[in-house]
Each structure stands twice: as structure tokens, then as C-alpha cells.
């Protein structure tokens, strides 16, 4: 079992910088492949970045690819999302994921993660 705590989330002026944490807690987080998701009022879960447990190895989304740096420390069983130069349709809900295994689905995928954080809310405004 592994259990997930998102830090790091508030409101934020358009074109400011946010760093989300993620600390989780239980065995072998090393192992996991960690995420990180985000969810808007009224829209789905969209999968924002992640970060392959093997040599650090991550994928972004195109929304907020060039624009944030998903990182991880093993050692502090921490995962970081570093997002620069916010929009206001950056405004939503963002959650850290655990998975490992399933070799078949995609990191992107949201099923194919285990566990989940509560999540951290996220508001850029003007």
C-alpha cells in the first residue's frame, strides 16, 4: 500500500510558477512509476507528466509540455511538478499516482495507476 500526499497547490497570477509536491509513503516507492493528473470542474482526469522509476525517464503532456519538469527523489520518497508560466486554463485540481507493472498500458493512461493522492488545488487568475 502506498499512500500519497499532494503539497504546494494556491493561487498564482497568470505567467507565475508553481512547484507541486508529492510525498508518499510505503515500500518500494522506488519501484513505481509515478504520475502526476489533473482534473478541471466539469471535465475529465487529463494526464499531465510523468516519471519512470528506471533512470528517471519522463513524459509530458502536450498542454503543459515545455512549461513543467515532473522530478522525483528516491532517497525522500518525492515526486515534484515544477510548472512555469501558468494560464488560467492550468486552473485545476492536480493529483499524484503511483503505478508499477502493466507493461502493456501506457503511463498516460489513468487506469493504470494504483494509488492516488487527494489532491492539491491549483488557481491561476489575472
Known amino acids: 500500500q502506498v499512500q500519497l500526499v499532494e503539497s504546494g497547490g494556491g493561487l498564482v497570477q497568470v505567467g507565475g510558477s508553481l512547484k507541486l509536491s508529492c510525498a508518499a509513503s510505503?515500500?518500494?516507492?522506488?519501484?513505481?512509476?509515478m504520475g502526476w493528473f489533473r482534473q478541471a470542474p466539469g471535465e475529465e482526469r487529463e494526464f499531465v507528466a510523468a516519471?519512470?522509476?528506471?533512470?528517471?525517464?519522463?513524459e509530458y503532456a502536450g498542454s503543459l509540455k515545455g512549461r513543467s519538469t515532473i522530478s522525483r527523489d528516491n532517497a525522500k520518497n518525492m515526486v515534484y511538478l515544477q510548472m512555469n508560466n501558468l494560464r488560467p486554463e492550468d486552473t485545476a485540481i492536480y493529483y499524484c499516482?503511483?503505478?508499477?507493472?502493466?507493461?502493456?498500458?501506457?503511463?498516460?493512461?489513468?487506469?493504470?495507476?494504483?494509488?492516488w493522492g487527494q489532491g492539491t488545488q491549483v488557481t491561476v487568475a489575472y
Open positions: 510505503g515500500p518500494a516507492f522506488g519501484t513505481y512509476n
Open positions: 516519471v519512470y522509476w528506471s533512470e528517471g525517464n519522463t
Open positions: 499516482a503511483a503505478g508499477r507493472g502493466r507493461t502493456w498500458m501506457s503511463v498516460k493512461d489513468a487506469n493504470y495507476y494504483d494509488y
